[in-house]
């Protein structure tokens, strides 16, 4: 893979549309607005990269010791933010999901089945071939989604001491 066809996927909308979304499916659901689910929402927007739960709390204990942020709200969170399209995740299997933003530009990932290193990538020549895959089985592409799996440079030297 070149290096150029890696991306660095940023969010597609304003923080403060993202927070108004965010409010309406708290309404929506019957739940309250409350500093600790900002600012899940919040780290999930500024950090770029896929995150455990365990890892999205560590952060922001971290950041904001004095926040009384419990895991159940991190994970009660994440799956609201997840079903409402807000967030998507990478599942593990047995080792649990990895999240990130949702409301960002179309990527594809590899994935390091060694350490879980994620990277994102895009690729003009594949995303046409999907599409004209898609149209060769007469099916109207909505959306895909490509993981790429294997054993990052890192773990590969590793492998080899």
Known sequence: MKKSNQVATSPLISYETLLAQFKQLLRSNNLKFTKQR???????YNYSG???PEE???MIKNEQPDLNTGIATIYRTLSLLE???????????TQGKKYELGVKAHHDHIICTNCGKILEFYDEAIEKRQEKIAKEFG???ED????IFGICPE???????
């Not at 900002?38 to 999930?44: G, P, S, V």
């Open 139 to 141: 099916f109207k592409m």
């Open 83 to 93: 079903n409402a399209g807000l967030v998507t995740s990478i599942s593990f299997g």
């Open 56 to 58: 999205l709390y560590r």
């Open 38 to 44: 900002e600012t899940i929402l919040h780290a999930l």
């Open 50 to 52: 896929h995150f455990t």
């Open 144 to 147: 895909h989604s490509m993981k």
């Open 155 to 161: 773990c590969q030297k590793k492998k080899r001491t």
